[in-house]
């Protein structure tokens, strides 16, 4: 497996700098893979862990410590990811990948005076935006771990076949089957200025109470799913209909009406950020298809909430 992080330096000098070099490149990878920043950060020092319990000349006989770094953090990821549905089945609630700001809307700092390192900060795309996050929750390990290896991050399949411990034909069946996972949820593509004017629209008929005007928005068969994790209270199941997705919005707002609604950048597309007292409380993300949403994610989750959260 070759680093694609440095282009062209097939060989990385294994000091300090040329190995935290890679610290962006992992984290990007191993959010991709599990839908948590935590459990990426998580697994990334668990990957330098390994990599500095190793002996000077362990290290110096690697020829690419960048493609070492990568193949270990991706098993770390796939056994994560395999320990992940047992522990899923015994969330309080639903569980929605944690939402990511927009890079220039990342805060400098987090509970506790802790700073931000920059090389924390996820690269968004459209293989982040909250849509395709919740197909790839649908996936195998294997799936998602062949999927985001070879079609995001542009290795081979032989390479991917040493980190699933399968082979490489067997591994492009895995990818094939998650790219049409990934097909059949897609709808056409609504240009980003229309589902921004969406969105805004809304958050003031949301503002407003508007019943007439949040219906109009939503899609007939829209779904709304809310993540409280159980430190913090919501809907236990989803929400299906968009005239009972708008009448639950509308009683929120009434039993808040301290909320403050801002437009945001969640995961790379229009979202909104709820907040009391300055805190935000709830990150929203949406599915627009045409001129309708068709699906509204909304954590609560307070441990989801870090890289939102103010001073």
């Given amino acids: 497996m070759s680093t694609r992080s440095e282009p062209g330096?097939?060989?990385?000098?294994?000091?300090?700098?040329?190995?935290?070099?890679?610290?962006?490149?992992?984290?990007?990878?191993?959010?991709?893979?599990?839908?948590?920043?935590?459990?990426?950060?998580?697994?990334?020092?668990?990957?330098?862990?390994?990599?500095?319990?190793?002996?000077?000349?362990?290290?110096?006989?690697?020829?690419?410590?960048?493609?070492?770094?990568?193949?270990?953090?991706?098993?770390?990821?796939?056994?994560?990811?395999?320990?992940?549905?047992?522990?899923?089945?015994?969330?309080?609630?639903?569980?929605?990948?944690?939402?990511?700001?927009?890079?220039?809307?990342?805060?400098?700092?987090?509970?506790?005076?802790?700073?931000?390192?920059?090389?924390?900060?996820?690269?968004?795309?459209?293989?982040?935006?909250?849509?395709?996050?919740?197909?790839?929750?649908?996936?195998?390990?294997?799936?998602?771990?062949?999927?985001?290896?070879?079609?995001?991050?542009?290795?081979?399949?032989?390479?991917?076949?040493?980190?699933?411990?399968?082979?490489?034909?067997?591994?492009?069946?895995?990818?094939?089957?998650?790219?049409r996972r990934i097909r059949a949820s897609q709808a056409p593509e609504t240009p980003a200025a229309k589902r921004a004017d969406i969105v805004r629209d809304f958050k003031r008929a949301w503002e407003a109470k508007d019943i007439g005007a949040l219906i109009g928005l939503l899609d007939p068969d829209a779904i709304a799913i809310g993540d409280g994790g159980g430190p913090v209270s919501a809907e236990p199941r989803p929400i299906e209909g968009g005239e009972q997705i708008a009448r639950v919005l509308v009683d929120v707002a009434g039993r808040a009406p301290n909320l403050t609604i801002l437009e945001r950048t969640v995961n790379g597309t229009p979202g909104l950020v709820a907040q009391q007292d300055g805190v935000t409380v709830t990150v929203m993300a949406f599915d627009v298809a045409g001129d309708r949403i068709r699906h509204i994610w909304s954590v609560r989750n307070p441990e989801k909430l870090r890289p939102w959260t103010t001073r």
């Avoid at 290290?59 to 410590?65: H, L, M, N, V, Y």
């Fill in 9 to 179: 330096d097939d060989r990385l000098d294994p000091s300090l700098d040329a190995i935290m070099s890679e610290r962006r490149q992992l984290i990007n990878l191993a959010y991709r893979l599990l839908g948590s920043l935590a459990e990426a950060e998580d697994a990334v020092q668990e990957t330098y862990a390994r990599w500095y319990a190793m002996s000077r000349p362990q290290q110096e006989a690697i020829e690419s410590p960048g493609a070492w770094l990568t193949k270990v953090a991706s098993r770390i990821c796939l056994d994560v990811l395999r320990s992940a549905r047992a522990r899923r089945e015994t969330y309080v609630g639903e569980w929605i990948p944690e939402p990511l700001p927009d890079r220039t809307e990342w805060l400098n700092g987090r509970p506790g005076g802790t700073a931000v390192d920059p090389a924390d900060r996820v690269t968004l795309d459209e293989s982040i935006n909250m849509a395709f996050l919740v197909v790839l929750e649908s996936m195998t390990p294997a799936e998602r771990v062949a999927f985001i290896l070879h079609d995001v991050f542009r290795y081979s399949f032989a390479e991917v076949a040493e980190v699933v411990g399968r082979t490489p034909a067997a591994c492009r069946q895995l990818a094939s089957s998650a790219r």
